[in-house]
């Protein structure tokens, strides 16, 4: 099990940087997961690990072993990391059972060894049938397992994956996300994954990293990256969160123009503009109440029903919307006046 | 960082940098160094003759001769209507047949795709020499069948005039134009004319203004490719021009070259050519570059089939009509030449002979020395040229270091170097120290390369697109070096595409007569250039011999070829 470490990673392309300054520590045997959406530089850093891209700045150290550096990079056959691309990068002239020794062969294994270590993986990836048919005769669902069983019977130091599962439809990929962590606490390999899915971070990662614009906009477990976003960036990319912005009256009261708003953790700069977000199915909506702390009118000017819940749309006093997840049972209709709660624990300060 | 891990680091970097002996620049720069004399130096020379004068002083003294003298005016403007009405005769006539064969629920559509495809190996200067046999004012067969009938003293056609080498000409270029369109009509996908279908336009109407507007691009491509043709074809001309008292440019030079050769204006009278080439070419990218208008995206899917009803026998009929053209008739001919006492003859066992073959393959001295520089030829550049456009193409598409696009140029510019030009400049080039290859097989090599290396490259080019980068990167991943990918992941998966731009070559190698024309001597004369030979003689019964074994020795070792490449793999090549 290898320790993986990026310092100041960057990689610029014509001066524009598309990682940038990277620094992020993976222990032995994590997962971690890049999540962040296209174009943010998480594909870029992956394959920096890899050691198909030269950094411009920065290292890739393994162990305290200098990969990559400024201007070089140890070839990616020498790393002894595998991968898993987001097109599976099956090879269609092999059968799966020849995809899946290949790492194997190269490595000098004699004959006898390679075939039982081919079975026994298939097996594990519920592919024991098909060691002899060719990729372009297997469903997605198939190639990817596939995929995982030649990246993994390699027993590599660092297992890099690619987006894996952005071909698959939506059950097949919910039925994947756990069957990767079942694999992953099965070998324990320390993992990068890189996905733009939430839902796929949070199944699968020990540590989530969001990225944006080529940099770590915040790193933590599921849970904290979800309920205490650092930025506006993490708190709307996360599963959807109302931002209101203002400007503070003290350092737990932000003024956000149709009401003052507390929050329970106090960290505004008195007098400073600044914001608070609050995720939509913490937002508490009732047909009728009265003025209160951290509760204010609203118009209803929208609202969908969405089996499990409802969502709304609701317009403030002066013209803001923001969207709410309410109990499926609250019917209100278009136009109605409503009350909203902001409860003081869920409205959570950002800093600016 | 302390010093200790400081050291380590550059330590490791010395040695990764030694480990990774990286041989893709080395190779990168040996080739655009062989690349750039190949194509500079004949390139150079004919600009160096074209500006000066016997003495070796520079003038512009060729250029206005050329200008002011009718001789070489008029031949100009022959070639100009000729290239025009190639262009626009092939265009018109395989556009219609590319959209029954990919459009339409022609009957035998595959056979007839497959029979446009083949008549590509029909050498032009051979076809020709069958429209010859066949449209002779007075030997011809069909005017002699036609006197015949009719009893008329005229003939029905004469061949010998430029009418007639349009005629020829437009034949064996159309399978250009049919290709290119019925590849671009395989490829519209069916969502586009559905879209069209569900806003309530019918088949007819769907077919006027989506299908064939989305085609137009290449219909030009192709029409442009019959224009480059017509003007740079050699053979054609001097077979059925040259009879008739007219010149177009290409034998116009060659002309210059007989005795006293006059150099100086050959090379003059080459370099428009090279420019107007090389402006078409120019206009071509422009136009087709446009984005959104070329590149057809969207959803493959089977392309549907227009019913065509009632016409379905009478398009047939008019499709067989025009294949006849350029293969059945010309093929009927030759095969009645070689074994009839003279092309004319009636159809009788008194006139059946094997003089023809007795001759060629006994009696003349030429038929063995010929056919043996034809296919060690054939061979070497197939089989160098493959070679090389592989590396270029792995250089282009896969390594993204600067001075891979001059490469890309190098490899695509010899497109715009018609052959009776680039013999013109090899022959200025090699007939000096300290390369003196005048005289020897591997001046027509260099030629042939040159030639033929674009085909070659742009097949390679587009199989190393087919196949995804990434499948190259999981072989890295999982420790294998450059090398060994190479050979186990990239080269099986473009084994089809090597071999087809081994063909490709093969083929043109074998049909080349422009550059040959100009650079051959005795002992390094190929078919081509003897066939050209014989018919100067009028011996067409050995041409008919010798252009059918041609022939037949093209479709076997293609046919071998392909073979070969086939064995032991029925894998289907589907990106994973």
């Excluded at chain 2, 040996?30 to 190949?38: N, S």
């Excluded at chain 2, 078919?527 to 093209?554: C, K, P």
């Amino acid at each position: 099990m290898a320790h993986l470490e990026l310092r100041g990673l960057s990689k610029r392309y014509d001066g524009n940087a598309v990682v940038d300054r990277i620094d992020l520590t993976v222990p032995p045997g994590n997962l971690v997961c890049l999540l962040g959406p296209s174009g943010c530089g998480k594909t870029t850093t992956l394959r920096l690990v890899a050691g198909f891209v030269e950094p411009s700045d920065g290292e890739v150290r393994v162990n305290d072993r200098v990969l990559s550096a400024r201007g070089f990079a140890t070839p990616p056959e020498q790393r002894r990391m595998s991968m898993i691309f987001q097109s599976y990068a099956l090879w269609p002239h092999m059968t799966v059972a020849d995809n899946v020794a290949y790492g194997l062969n190269l490595r000098g294994m004699p004959k006898a060894e390679i075939g039982r270590r081919v079975a026994e993986m298939l097996k594990a990836v519920k592919l024991g049938a098909f060691a002899e048919r060719y990729p372009g005769e297997m469903s997605g669902g198939q190639q990817q397992r596939a995929a995982l069983a030649r990246a993994l019977i390699v027993e590599p130091e660092i297992l890099l994956l690619d987006e894996p599962l952005s071909n698959l439809d939506a059950a097949l990929r919910e039925e994947m996300r756990f069957e990767i962590r079942r694999l992953h606490d099965a070998y324990r390999y320390t993992t990068v994954y890189v996905t733009h899915d939430q839902a796929e971070a949070m199944t699968t990662a020990d540590l989530i990293v969001v990225m944006n614009q080529g940099r770590i906009e915040q790193a933590g477990s599921a849970e904290d990256v979800y309920n205490r976003p650092r930025s506006t960036f993490v708190a709307a990319f996360l599963g959807g969160a109302n931002i209101l912005k203002g400007r503070a009256i003290d350092r737990a009261r932000l003024d956000v123009g149709p009401a003052i708003l507390r929050c329970a953790e106090p960290s505004f700069t008195p007098g400073g503009e600044a914001s608070l977000s609050i995720r939509y199915h913490e937002v508490k909506v009732r047909a009728d109440g009265a003025a209160g702390d951290n509760r204010l009118e609203a118009r209803v000017v929208r609202q969908t029903f969405l089996g499990s819940l409802r969502d709304l749309a609701l317009e403030l006093a002066d013209g803001t919307v923001i969207r709410a997840s309410a109990p499926p049972d609250l019917a209100v209709p278009p136009d109605a006046r409503v009350w909203v709660d902001l409860p003081s624990e869920r409205c959570r300060p950002l800093p600016s | 960082m302390t010093a200790e891990t400081l050291a380590t680091g550059v330590g490791q970097r010395v040695r990764h940098r030694l480990g990774r002996l990286d041989l893709s620049l080395p190779v990168l720069v040996a080739t655009a160094i062989f690349l750039a004399l190949l194509i500079g130096l004949p390139v150079a020379w004919l600009i160096v003759y074209a500006l000066t004068n016997r003495s070796g002083a520079v003038t512009f003294s060729n250029f206005s001769t050329l200008a002011s003298d009718p001789a070489f005016t008029e031949p100009l403007v022959t070639t100009l209507i000729l290239c025009f009405s190639v262009a626009t005769a092939a265009a018109v006539v395989a556009s219609p047949i590319a959209w029954l064969v990919s459009r339409t629920d022609l009957p035998g559509r595959r056979t007839i795709r497959a029979l446009m495809t083949a008549s590509f190996v029909t050498p032009p200067f051979l076809g020709a020499i069958a429209w010859e046999i066949l449209a002779a004012p007075n030997s011809g067969i069909l005017n002699q069948m036609w006197r015949g009938l009719t009893g008329s003293p005229d003939p029905l056609f004469d061949i010998y005039t430029l009418p007639g080498l349009i005629f020829v000409i437009a034949c064996y270029t159309s399978p250009y134009v049919f290709v290119l369109v019925a590849n671009a009509l395989d490829r519209i996908p069916a969502d586009l004319e559905d879209a069209a279908g569900i806003l309530g336009a019918s088949r007819w109407r769907t077919t006027i203004t989506v299908t064939i507007p989305l085609v137009v691009p290449a219909i030009l491509a192709g029409a442009l490719i019959a224009f480059l043709q017509a003007m740079t074809l050699f053979g054609s001309p001097a077979i059925l021009a040259l009879p008739a008292g007219f010149h177009t440019v290409t034998t116009k030079i060659f002309s210059l070259f007989q005795y006293p050769p006059k150099p100086q204006l050959a090379a003059a009278a080459a370099l428009p050519l090279l420019v107007i080439t090389v402006m078409l070419l120019v206009t071509q990218a422009r136009l087709l570059g446009r984005r959104g208008y070329t590149v057809i995206g969207g959803k493959a899917g089977e392309p549907r089939r227009l019913a065509l009803g009632r016409l379905r026998i009478p398009a047939l009929i008019l499709v067989l009509c025009v294949l006849s053209l350029p293969l059945t008739l010309p093929y009927a001919a030759l095969l009645k030449a070689s074994v009839s006492s003279f092309p004319g003859a009636p159809l009788a066992a008194e006139f059946l002979t094997w003089r023809h073959v007795n001759f060629v393959f006994i009696e003349f001295s030429q038929t063995r020395t010929a056919f043996w520089n034809t296919l060690v030829l054939a061979l070497g550049t197939a089989t160098l040229g493959t070679m090389l456009a592989l590396a270029i193409s792995y250089l282009t598409a896969r390594r993204a270091i600067a001075g891979s696009r001059f490469l890309e140029f190098l490899a695509t510019a010899p497109v715009a170097i018609p052959g009776i030009v680039l013999g013109v400049g090899l022959f200025l080039s090699y007939t000096r120290p300290p390369l003196a290859l005048y005289g020897t097989l591997w001046i027509l090599l260099l030629a042939f390369l040159t030639i033929e290396l674009p085909v070659a490259f742009q097949q390679l080019r587009s199989s190393f697109h087919a196949v995804h980068p990434e499948l190259e990167e999981a072989s890295r991943i999982l420790g294998a070096g450059r090398l060994t990918t190479l050979a186990r992941i990239t080269a099986p998966l473009l084994k089809s595409g090597v071999v087809a731009a081994w063909c490709f070559i093969f083929i043109g190698v074998v049909r080349e007569l422009s550059a040959a024309i100009m650079l051959f001597t005795a002992n390094t004369k190929v078919l081509s250039v003897v066939i050209y030979d014989l018919n100067e003689s009028g011996d067409l019964g050995a041409i008919a011999v010798l252009g059918t074994t041609m022939l037949l020795i093209t479709f076997a070792v293609v046919g071998f070829a392909n073979w070969i490449s086939g064995v032991g793999s029925g894998v289907r090549l589907r990106g994973g």
